[in-house]
């Protein structure tokens, strides 16, 4: 089965006003619900208390609520549905010190009475742990952009790593635009669904990349717009395909790890479409407009050549000498 | 033809793969397993902070009692002894005396002496104080371990985290009941005290505050089985459980559980000396901050044995006999962080988890056929190929798989058919443009290569920074990642082109690109 019809060149760029300014809108519609809804951060990160509950009949949520609401310790605690009826999770962003008065044990006490239930996980976060965390995330974050940056720059050019980087920033403020608008809890996996839709959004970039320098080696085409096209076009084939592949497993995971990977497989699922769509329309056209010249880079590369040969032509003399 | 070592590195990298997956897979005696996490097969992780500035505070102590013990022995006359938060202070009553006090000062290390006449403030010096915080921290560690060993679970880690912090990680943890005991015997200061009543004063203890206590050199402190009842005690204890030597389980004359314990000769001495100077008086048994009991002293008691008693079950006897034998917490410790999941939900995210993988493997098995046709196959075969030697080094490593390593592994199986695809899709451009066949897949390798390094060099880099900069689960994460970009380019590269090169012959002769390579039949072709 073939999807693309090979030799066709589809005209990307032509149409880039189109996708800039609907990436524009989402863009800024992203950092607007972010700034106004916030993200419902999870105690990795806020401190706190995380008790799941499971029960052998329906959870008696109002009861749970009531007998909560007589402790201090539960008094801002939020409980809601955990994947099925039967179960709940509890959370409360008050957290314990003390080895041995342990918000589990203490769980257990107050909802005695409440039914016959376990209690399966007890997640319990100081609130120094958690800002240890926070400028922990950030710094692998930027870290990792800068060494994206690097390797990009050493690779192709540093036009090429500037719009590689604002198309990464692009996938993950929409992306987490999404996560903030349903409410999806903010937790180290979310951190770790970050770095994942970062490596995805990279790898996808590069490939397009390497394309377009490709056609800038080979070809004698000194149009960047028609070069940048074909190369996204030869490359959707290879796009859509790895972008259906990784969508199907991630869709499976965000189906069956249920609630517990939501905060992980929930943020790769919109990652996986948004990084698609812009190693498409908005990686390469970006180069574009960071002023990247065809003719230039061929210069560069043509005196790279040029020395390269000469250090072999020494080499070689030198080594002739020897022997 | 030209010898296929690609083959020969796969068939090797296949039994390599497998024999080292066998025993994860089967859970065999033999053989470096892959080991679950905490979040897959259940247990206990507490993360916990030493209170290092405690352990200072006891330091100080020890010495005041050092002063004490040295003083009473030779003789030597002081007034007014007491400790402050950082400090001993004493006045010495004969000046001649000085001589021989600097003796004692000159045998202890780490400390300052000021001298202002007849009055000594001894203090730590700095070093000494950054040592004692670190002491405090590895002692801790040793002796939660300790105690983790007897109390007979199987594989706990009790481990350093940055600089004052311990992890401590019971996988055998199955029960509530459990998790409480085991964080009852790792936090237990067990500090075990010697003290002396104050018989002059005790009497008024009921009227008494904490701080007219300690302005008198006394100490108040509770009574561990009788609800309200106080003792007051001279703050500076006699000694300490630092000398002792042995705790075992015993039975009293009502076969009730008491802890007996043994102190080495120096403590032996101090409490023979003490106990002859004060036959009538009482001697308090502290335990924790607690009075267990304050019995009369009725003579000179040698060979350095005393008892505990309370009202012990046989578990908590032997749980107490534990700590004190492992011996005290010298700071106490607090938790940062606790998470502890059931056998149930453990069981719960595994079932999870391989269905997720099963089933988003299937989907990309079946796609890659249905889009590539023979090529899909060898694809796919890559794949379980690469889940192998993923799942044997990960077992090699000893690495642990986690929640978020397994979520790493189902998202790998979609992005590891990414190579084959980049290498497909340039092998279909070379038929495309009428490139004999044999060309066109080693031109499709050679083209596809740069960018699969580029790309799959980047990521590397994006994961080693998670790695350095993750914490537990997203580590696991990050190692699990690693091992599948490096799994993948060598299965894509190598491993594949390996059996192109097998079947290159019959690939040629039938040039039915449709069955290999799964291309849409066309007109003149």
């Given at each position: 089965?073939?999807?693309?019809?090979?030799?066709?060149?589809?005209?990307?760029?032509?149409?880039?006003?189109?996708?800039?300014v609907?990436?524009?809108i989402?863009?800024f519609?992203?950092?607007?619900?972010?700034?106004?809804?916030g993200?419902?951060?999870?105690?990795?990160?806020?401190?706190?208390?995380?008790?799941?509950?499971?029960?052998?009949?329906?959870?008696?949520?109002d009861?749970?609520?009531?007998?909560?609401?007589?402790?201090?310790?539960?008094?801002?605690?939020?409980?809601?549905?955990?994947?099925?009826?039967?179960?709940?999770?509890?959370?409360?962003?008050s957290s314990?010190?003390?080895?041995?008065?342990?918000?589990?044990?203490?769980?257990?006490?107050?909802?005695?009475?409440?039914?016959?239930?376990?209690?399966?996980?007890?997640d319990?976060?100081?609130?120094?742990?958690?800002?240890?965390?926070?400028?922990?995330?950030?710094?692998?974050?930027?870290?990792?952009?800068?060494?994206?940056?690097?390797?990009?720059?050493?690779?192709?050019?540093?036009?090429?790593?500037?719009?590689?980087?604002?198309?990464?920033?692009?996938?993950?403020?929409?992306?987490?635009?999404?996560?903030?608008?349903?409410?999806?809890?903010?937790?180290?996996?979310s951190?770790a669904?970050?770095?994942?839709?970062?490596?995805?959004?990279?790898?996808?970039?590069?490939?397009?990349?390497?394309?377009?320098?490709e056609?800038?080696?080979?070809?004698?085409?000194?149009?960047?717009?028609?070069?940048?096209?074909?190369?996204?076009?030869?490359?959707?084939?290879?796009?859509?395909?790895?972008?259906?592949?990784?969508?199907?497993?991630?869709?499976?995971?965000?189906?069956?790890?249920?609630?517990?990977?939501?905060?992980?497989?929930?943020?790769?699922?919109?990652?996986?479409?948004?990084?698609?769509?812009?190693?498409?329309?908005?990686?390469?056209?970006?180069?574009?407009?960071?002023?990247?010249?065809?003719?230039d880079?061929?210069?560069?590369?043509?005196?790279?050549?040029?020395?390269?040969?000469?250090?072999?032509?020494?080499?070689?003399?030198?080594?002739?000498?020897?022997? | 033809?030209?010898?296929?070592?690609?083959?020969?590195?796969?068939?090797?990298?296949?039994?390599?793969?497998?024999?080292y997956?066998?025993?994860?897979?089967?859970?065999?005696?033999w053989?470096?397993?892959?080991?679950?996490?905490?979040?897959?097969?259940?247990?206990?992780?507490?993360?916990?902070?030493?209170?290092?500035?405690?352990?200072?505070?006891?330091?100080?102590?020890?010495?005041?009692?050092?002063?004490?013990?040295?003083?009473?022995?030779?003789?030597?006359?002081?007034?007014?002894?007491?400790?402050?938060?950082?400090?001993?202070?004493?006045?010495?009553?004969?000046?001649?005396?000085?001589?021989?006090?600097?003796?004692?000062?000159?045998?202890?290390?780490?400390?300052?002496?000021?001298?202002?006449?007849?009055?000594?403030?001894?203090?730590?010096t700095?070093?000494?104080?950054?040592?004692?915080?670190?002491?405090?921290?590895?002692?801790?560690?040793?002796?939660?371990?300790?105690?983790?060993?007897?109390?007979?679970?199987?594989?706990?880690?009790?481990?350093?985290?940055?600089?004052?912090?311990?992890?401590?990680?019971?996988?055998?943890?199955?029960?509530?009941?459990?998790?409480?005991?085991?964080?009852?015997?790792?936090?237990?200061?067990?500090?075990?005290?010697?003290?002396?009543?104050?018989?002059?004063?005790?009497?008024?203890?009921?009227?008494?505050?904490?701080?007219?206590?300690?302005?008198?050199?006394?100490?108040?402190?509770?009574?561990?089985?009788?609800?309200?009842?106080?003792?007051?005690?001279h703050?500076?204890?006699?000694?300490?459980?630092?000398?002792?030597?042995?705790?075992?389980?015993?039975?009293?004359?009502?076969?009730?559980?008491?802890?007996?314990?043994?102190?080495?000769?120096?403590?032996?001495?101090?409490?023979?000396?003490?106990?002859?100077?004060?036959?009538?008086?009482?001697?308090?048994?502290?335990?924790?901050?607690?009075?267990?009991?304050?019995?009369?002293?009725?003579?000179?008691?040698?060979?350095?044995?005393?008892?505990?008693?309370?009202?012990?079950?046989?578990e908590?006897?032997?749980?107490?006999a534990?700590?004190?034998?492992?011996?005290?917490?010298?700071?106490?410790?607090?938790?940062?962080?606790?998470?502890?999941v059931?056998?149930?939900?453990?069981?719960?995210?595994?079932?999870?988890?391989?269905?997720?993988?099963?089933?988003?493997?299937?989907?990309?098995?079946?796609?890659?056929?249905f889009?590539?046709?023979?090529a899909?196959?060898?694809?796919?075969?890559?794949?379980?190929?690469?889940?192998?030697?993923?799942?044997?080094?990960?077992?090699?490593?000893?690495?642990?798989?986690?929640?978020?390593?397994?979520?790493?592994?189902?998202?790998?199986?979609?992005?590891?058919?990414?190579?084959?695809?980049?290498?497909?899709?340039?092998?279909?451009?070379?038929?495309?443009?009428?490139?004999?066949?044999?060309?066109?897949?080693?031109?499709?390798?050679?083209?596809?290569?740069?960018?699969?390094l580029?790309?799959?060099?980047?990521?590397?880099?994006?994961?080693?920074?998670?790695?350095?900069?993750?914490?537990?689960?997203?580590?696991?994460?990050a190692?699990t990642?690693?091992?599948?970009?490096?799994?993948?380019?060598?299965?894509?590269?190598?491993?594949?082109y390996?059996?192109?090169?097998?079947?290159?012959?019959?690939?040629e002769?039938?040039?039915?690109?449709?069955?290999?390579?799964?291309?849409?039949?066309?007109?003149?072709?």
């Amino acid at each position: 089965m073939e999807l693309f019809k090979e030799d066709k060149v589809y005209n990307f760029l032509g149409k880039g006003k189109i996708f800039f300014v609907a990436s524009f809108i989402l863009f800024f519609l992203a950092i607007a619900i972010v700034a106004t809804k916030g993200f419902s951060f999870g105690i990795d990160f806020t401190g706190g208390s995380v008790v799941q509950v499971k029960y052998t009949q329906t959870a008696p949520i109002d009861k749970i609520r009531e007998s909560l609401q007589k402790s201090k310790l539960f008094e801002h605690a939020m409980v809601t549905e955990f994947g099925s009826p039967q179960e709940v999770v509890i959370k409360t962003p008050s957290s314990t010190v003390g080895v041995n008065n342990d918000i589990g044990d203490m769980t257990k006490e107050i909802l005695k009475g409440t039914g016959d239930f376990e209690i399966r996980r007890v997640d319990m976060v100081g609130p120094q742990v958690g800002g240890e965390l926070r400028v922990k995330g950030l710094t692998a974050f930027l870290l990792t952009l800068m060494a994206i940056m690097a390797t990009v720059t050493f690779r192709y050019e540093w036009r090429f790593a500037l719009a590689a980087i604002i198309a990464i920033v692009h996938d993950i403020v929409i992306t987490f635009g999404f996560v903030s608008y349903f409410g999806v809890d903010f937790n180290i996996e979310s951190v770790a669904a970050l770095l994942m839709i970062l490596g995805y959004s990279i790898h996808d970039t590069i490939i397009v990349y390497d394309r377009v320098r490709e056609h800038i080696e080979e070809s004698k085409e000194t149009d960047f717009v028609q070069i940048i096209n074909e190369a996204v076009s030869r490359t959707q084939s290879r796009t859509t395909l790895t972008s259906l592949t990784v969508f199907f497993v991630v869709l499976t995971l965000f189906i069956f790890g249920g609630d517990i990977m939501m905060s992980f497989s929930f943020p790769m699922l919109i990652g996986v479409i948004v990084g698609t769509y812009s190693s498409i329309f908005v990686a390469a056209q970006l180069v574009v407009w960071t002023g990247f010249s065809v003719a230039d880079y061929r210069q560069r590369m043509a005196k790279k050549v040029k020395m390269r040969a000469e250090r072999d032509k020494m080499r070689s003399q030198f080594e002739g000498g020897v022997v | 033809m030209k010898f296929n070592y690609r083959i020969i590195i796969f068939a090797i990298s296949i039994i390599f793969a497998i024999v080292y997956s066998v025993p994860s897979i089967f859970q065999t005696k033999w053989g470096p397993k892959v080991t679950l996490g905490l979040d897959l097969q259940g247990g206990l992780h507490l993360l916990l902070g030493v209170k290092t500035d405690e352990a200072v505070v006891s330091r100080v102590k020890s010495i005041a009692s050092s002063v004490k013990h040295y003083t009473e022995h030779n003789e030597i006359l002081v007034d007014s002894l007491g400790v402050t938060a950082s400090t001993v202070e004493f006045t010495l009553l004969d000046h001649d005396d000085a001589k021989n006090i600097s003796k004692l000062f000159a045998d202890m290390k780490g400390v300052k002496v000021d001298i202002k006449g007849d009055s000594y403030t001894v203090s730590l010096t700095p070093e000494e104080i950054a040592k004692t915080k670190q002491q405090a921290v590895t002692q801790a560690i040793e002796t939660i371990r300790n105690r983790l060993d007897q109390f007979g679970l199987s594989e706990p880690v009790v481990a350093r985290q940055g600089q004052d912090n311990i992890l401590v990680e019971l996988p055998g943890i199955k029960t509530q009941a459990e998790e409480q005991r085991a964080r009852e015997l790792i936090s237990r200061s067990a500090k075990l005290e010697l003290m002396a009543v104050d018989e002059g004063r005790g009497a008024r203890v009921s009227t008494l505050t904490p701080l007219d206590a300690s302005n008198m050199g006394d100490e108040i402190l509770p009574d561990a089985q009788m609800e309200g009842v106080k003792h007051l005690v001279h703050e500076i204890p006699i000694l300490d459980g630092g000398m002792l030597t042995d705790a075992r389980v015993e039975f009293d004359k009502n076969n009730r559980p008491v802890i007996s314990f043994t102190l080495n000769s120096e403590g032996a001495q101090i409490f023979g000396d003490f106990t002859a100077k004060n036959v009538g008086n009482h001697l308090a048994i502290v335990l924790d901050g607690k009075v267990y009991s304050a019995p009369v002293i009725n003579e000179r008691i040698g060979g350095g044995s005393g008892q505990i008693s309370g009202n012990y079950t046989m578990e908590g006897a032997q749980d107490l006999a534990i700590a004190l034998r492992s011996g005290a917490l010298l700071a106490p410790i607090y938790v940062m962080e606790k998470r502890s999941v059931g056998p149930s939900l453990g069981a719960d995210s595994i079932r999870a988890s391989l269905l997720a993988l099963v089933s988003g493997f299937g989907l990309v098995v079946l796609f890659m056929i249905f889009y590539y046709g023979l090529a899909g196959v060898i694809a796919n075969l890559a794949v379980v190929v690469n889940l192998f030697i993923i799942l044997a080094l990960m077992s090699l490593m000893g690495a642990t798989l986690t929640l978020p390593g397994m979520a790493g592994i189902v998202l790998h199986i979609g992005l590891a058919v990414d190579a084959n695809i980049i290498i497909n899709e340039r092998i279909r451009e070379g038929f495309r443009a009428g490139v004999p066949t044999r060309r066109a897949i080693a031109e499709g390798y050679s083209k596809a290569m740069r960018a699969i390094l580029d790309s799959n060099i980047t990521q590397l880099l994006a994961c080693t920074i998670l790695y350095v900069y993750g914490t537990g689960a997203i580590k696991g994460f990050a190692v699990t990642l690693s091992i599948g970009l490096l799994a993948s380019m060598f299965t894509a590269i190598v491993c594949s082109y390996g059996i192109y090169e097998l079947f290159m012959h019959r690939i040629e002769e039938s040039k039915n690109y449709t069955l290999w390579f799964g291309m849409s039949r066309r007109k003149g072709v």
